[in-house]
Each structure stands twice: as structure tokens, then as C-alpha cells.
């Protein structure tokens, strides 16, 4: 990245008022912040408003630091508590993997991070089964087997207990589960609070759980598709980030359902980490407006 491609992204979002977009632009103009790409949005249901920035970090005469130094007055005249945050593109974003044994998102992350389509470092990824390791070490990444003993909660919550360490050790901006067959508890869900990022094999709210295909299959349905999205304590019903869908049809069998859904798995998975990781992403109760 050149240091004119470097940039500071602001989110902002708070209660909708008159002045805003105006009073945000005029601080970056005062300071010499060179705009690169603006986003704005008010949900007339809530009147919450939501913006995103783009600025040339070489455009400042300053840091980051004292760029959110200088813009907190302007955050709590606007809105007291309002929700934002600053970041900046030249730091480089950390992931963590969680798998169990279906590696096709691992293999095409995985994939994407080699050819440096996601500029992310993959600091390790987690397996509750061994059989992804060594694709994951053929990549220079650390993987990590952490089993979960079948019918034995005490086991599970050890292991899940081991599972968090891990995590924690690499402070990751998200953690991934793709396709990870573990139901995380409600204490990981709270910690990993809009970081921990889901693919599900179903186009959401619809077939939620287990076998989704199968679930499809038996409903004949017309399109299949895949939804990723935040993870909360309740199952398959966080906020979504990104969904698609592929015809199928009546000549389909389970199999061929199953081979159609993992494209679209795949891609959508992608999209949403990184949408995430370039804080397009703003949340507003279990809603999600993606810029």
C-alpha cells in the first residue's frame, strides 16, 4: 500500500437530526482531510443515521490518534453517546479460522489471502477435527487441534474454554467460522461481539439449523443460497451481513443442492469478512447497513 493509498475510515451513526453531514464535512475541511469516498443513510423506521468516510491519511498534518482526539468534540456535539470510530487502512488486519472438516471456505480464503486478494494475516486457524491441518501449515499458517468430546458437556466446555485462549492470544478483528459444526455459547457470542462472523448453507430465516439442504430438498424449493452473519447467542439469528442464492430445480438431487450451495457459500463468506474488515459494516440493533 502507498501512502497515498493509506486511509482513515470513520463510522459514525447516531439519532437523525438536521446538520450532520454538514457539520462532519466542514470538521474535515477545517483540518485539510481530503475526502475519498462518503456514504450516508437514515433508517426512516428508527430515524438513526449512519455515515461512513474516507480520508487521505497524507491529507492530515497528523496521526490517527490525534485525528480522534480532534473529532470527539464533534461526535458528542452531534449526539452525546453517538456510536463511532476511526480506523486506519495501513494497519494490517488479523483473522483467526475456526473449522471443523469441510475445508472448502478454509481452501478459498485461504486462497484469496495467498494471492492477496484479502490483505489480512491469518494468525491461525483452529480445527475441532485435525483433517484441515495440513493444508493450513502448507500455507505457513499455524493450526491448532482443539477436540470436543461427543456427549460430555464438562469436555465441551474445557475445550471450549481452550478454544477462547487461542483466540484471545491474537486479539483478531474477526473470527471466523467457516463452517465450524460447534454451537458457540453465549459467553463467547457476548465476547466476540461483532467480530465473530458465521456462513450459514441457507438463505436465512429459512432452514435454520442442521441439514439444510435436506430441509430444502424436501420443500422443492426453486433457489438455495447462503447466508453469512454475526453470531449471537441465539442460533442462526444475528445481524446479516451479505446473502446470494443459485437456481435449482426439480431434476437436483441432494448432492448436487449441497455442490451449488458450497459456491455460494464461498463467495458470500468472502464478501461479508471483507466488508467486516474494511468496517463497511454499521449495526443498529439486528440490523445491518452494509456501504
Same mark, same amino acid.
Given at each position: 500500500m502507498t501512502q497515498n493509498d493509506r486511509r482513515y475510515v470513520i463510522?459514525? !451513526?447516531?439519532?437523525?437530526?438536521?446538520?450532520?453531514? !454538514?457539520?462532519?464535512?466542514?470538521?474535515?475541511?477545517? %483540518?485539510?482531510g481530503w475526502i475519498v469516498e462518503a456514504a450516508y443513510h437514515t433508517d426512516p423506521d428508527t430515524d438513526w443515521f449512519c455515515t461512513r468516510q474516507e480520508v487521505r491519511a497524507d491529507s492530515l498534518p497528523y496521526d490517527i490518534d490525534e485525528?480522534? &482526539?480532534r473529532f470527539l468534540p464533534v461526535a458528542r456535539q452531534l449526539a452525546g453517546a453517538a456510536d463511532w470510530r476511526i480506523t486506519d487502512t495501513g494497519e494490517r488486519k488479523r483473522v483467526v479460522i475456526l473449522v471443523s472438516r469441510e475445508g472448502h471456505c478454509l481452501y478459498d480464503l485461504l486462497g484469496r489471502v495467498a494471492s492477496g486478494e484479502l490483505d489480512v494475516t491469518v494468525s491461525a486457524v483452529i480445527g475441532n477435527h485435525a483433517d484441515l491441518g495440513e493444508i493450513t501449515r502448507a500455507h505457513g499458517i499455524p493450526f491448532h487441534h482443539v477436540p470436543f468430546p461427543a456427549g460430555d458437556p464438562d469436555g465441551k466446555a474445557a475445550a471450549f474454554a481452550q478454544l477462547r485462549q487461542v483466540v484471545d492470544t491474537h486479539d483478531p478483528q474477526a473470527i471466523v467460522l467457516a463452517r465450524f459444526m460447534q454451537v458457540l455459547p453465549a459467553e463467547l457470542c457476548a465476547a466476540w461481539t461483532h467480530r465473530a462472523i458465521n456462513i450459514h448453507h441457507s438463505f436465512l430465516p429459512s432452514f435454520v439449523g442442521a441439514?439444510?439442504?435436506?430441509? !430444502? =430438498?424436501? &420443500?422443492?424449493? @426453486?433457489?438455495?443460497?447462503?447466508?453469512?452473519?454475526?453470531? +449471537?447467542?441465539?442460533?442462526?439469528?444475528?445481524?446479516?451481513? %451479505?446473502?446470494?442464492?443459485?437456481?435449482?430445480?426439480?431434476?437436483?438431487?441432494? !448432492?448436487?443442492?449441497?455442490? @451449488?450451495?458450497?459456491?455460494?457459500? @464461498?463467495?458470500?463468506?468472502?464478501?461479508?469478512?471483507?466488508?467486516?474488515? %474494511?468496517?463497511?459494516?454499521?449495526? =443498529?440493533?439486528? @440490523? +445491518?447497513?452494509?456501504?
Open positions: 463510522t459514525f !451513526a447516531c439519532p437523525d437530526r438536521t446538520g450532520i453531514v !454538514a457539520r462532519i464535512s466542514t470538521f474535515l475541511a477545517e %483540518e485539510g485525528l480522534r &482526539r441439514r439444510p439442504y435436506h430441509q !430444502a =430438498h424436501q &420443500r422443492g424449493v @426453486k433457489l438455495i443460497g447462503a447466508t453469512c452473519h454475526y453470531v +449471537t447467542a441465539e442460533l442462526d439469528a444475528g445481524p446479516i451481513i %451479505e446473502q446470494d442464492v443459485i437456481r435449482v430445480d426439480h431434476g437436483d438431487s441432494i !448432492a448436487d443442492m449441497v455442490r @451449488k450451495g458450497r459456491d455460494i457459500e @464461498k463467495v458470500v463468506l468472502a464478501r461479508g469478512l471483507r466488508w467486516h474488515l %474494511e468496517n463497511r459494516i454499521l449495526l =443498529h440493533g439486528n @440490523k +445491518t447497513v452494509v456501504f
